[in-house]
């Protein structure tokens, strides 16, 4: 089966596509992950030019979606551990604003997942990437709450940051993301939506394996 989740940013959605991947026991891919792979190679090499940019897929992060896990590696190393700063995040959100580069990076998601049963996680993992996918979800949370979930995961990774800066550099996020001319941040059409704002991980999983389930007894 290939299931996607789409939702903005700390809606919860990675929490609960890693623990459905588990319990169904297949890939899970992050594709924000990816993105900020390639953020953190743009960092590290100094590259800004959109077209400097796209020449990273000639040699482009090594990406394992695994049960419960994406890896990634880069020029041998293990990069995933690095990849959850708020400044990944900021460059990650740019390079995602270029329409070439989403263009080749769906290209890429494509050809990774090719034939698999998976559960993709990202904003537009459903609408653009795998619009074909046999079942979708849209997860979301009101933004204070899930810039509250984002602040306390930072903290408990030892990151220094205050609340407020989380929420503004969430809404910023939010905003380039609904706002580019090209692929723009929207619910997929057909998705099943679920509002996790008062909801726990273990309700949200729940309510996902159950539609899976009904899913199945009508195929
Ligand atoms: O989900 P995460 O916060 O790790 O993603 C980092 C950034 O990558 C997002 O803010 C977004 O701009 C971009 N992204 C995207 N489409 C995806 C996944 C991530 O535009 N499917």
Known sequence: MRITIDGPAGSGKSTVAKEVSKRLGIPYLNTGLVYRAFAYVCMQEGLEDERDILRLFERPPHVVPQVG?????YQGKEISPLLSSEDVGRV?????????????????????????????EGRDAGSFIFPDADIK??????????????????????????????????????????NRPLYPFLPPKDAIVIDTTNLSVEEVVERVLSQLREYNRKL
């Open 69 to 73: 896990e994406t890896l990634v590696y």
């Open 92 to 120: 990650a959100s740019i390079i995602a604003s270029y329409p070439s580069f989403r263009e080749r990076i769906n290209e890429f998601f494509r050809s990774l997942m090719n034939h698999k049963q998976f559960v993709a």
């Open 137 to 178: 979800f849209f997860i979301t949370a009101s933004v204070e709450e899930r810039a509250m979930r984002r602040y306390k995961q930072l903290k408990a990774q030892g990151i220094e940051i205050t609340y407020e800066d989380v929420l503004r550099a969430l809404v910023e996020r939010d905003e380039r993301d609904k």
